[in-house]
């Protein structure tokens, strides 16, 4: 990864730019967006005038077409960027809790299979910046979600005793970094192909917009890639 400012760029692979832009950087390129809803549709670009409305509900995008950069915002929540460096196309996902939870990755994977024949094996993954397990205390029914949808919950829930004061200290915790991670192996993906930002949008906050830091009011990063 390489920053320069506020923007994060990132070596997924020598067809495609990919990067991340927060605190008010300028976006490098025109970049297609979602209205994001926290739901698993996934948006298929397939032309330049695709109407807004054909992508507002969704919180997955992909595309085939060179040089069209899709995006997905995010201010705590985790950005996943794909790319199918055999048919050429690239995805990027809006996996918040729970779209990780509703295996919002596993759909787009299955979205990409048929839509451009991608084999999973073949996928280059991204997991980008977003809230840390130290930073991402939850409710005890928000933990139970992720055992109740499979997940392998003893490497991703911790209990760290009662909650004191009003920071992050005590209470249960979710590593949904590890979640995407995991959602990514169970589609199909090699765990050599996925790699995973080691920033923390709380803890690295002079970067990044931080919900949980800033409130929901705040900015968002937005993570794009684009096929060269």
Not at 55 to 70: F, H, N
Not at 73 to 100: E, F, N, Q
């Amino acid at each position: 990864m390489k920053v320069s400012d506020n923007h994060m760029t990132y070596e997924i692979h020598p067809d495609v730019c990919a990067g991340t832009v927060a605190r008010d950087e300028a976006l490098p390129c025109p970049i297609m967006q979602m209205n994001q809803v926290h739901d698993v549709k996934v948006a298929v670009v397939d032309r330049v005038d695709i109407p807004q409305d054909e992508l507002d509900g969704c919180d997955a995008i992909m595309t085939d077409l060179p040089g069209v950069a899709i995006g997905v915002r995010t201010a705590d929540c985790i950005p996943v960027l794909l790319y199918d460096p055999v048919k050429k196309a690239a995805a990027a996902i809006h996996s918040g809790w729970r779209g990780t939870v509703s295996k919002i990755i596993s759909k787009t994977v299955a979205k990409m299979r048929t839509a451009y024949s991608s084999q999973p094996s073949d996928l280059l993954a991204f997991i980008g910046p977003g809230i840390c397990m130290d930073c991402f205390q939850v409710g005890e029914e928000v933990a139970l979600k992720f055992k109740e949808a499979g997940f392998d919950i003893d490497s991703l829930w911790a209990f760290r005793g009662p909650k004191t004061g009003n920071g992050m200290e005590g209470g249960h915790h979710i590593d949904l970094k590890e979640a995407c991670r995991q959602t990514l192996v169970e589609s199909g993906l090699k765990n050599e192909n996925i790699q995973i930002s080691c920033l923390c949008t709380y803890e690295d906050n002079d970067l990044l917009y931080s919900a949980r830091k800033e409130g929901i009011e705040c900015g968002r990063n937005i993570t794009y890639i684009k096929i060269l």
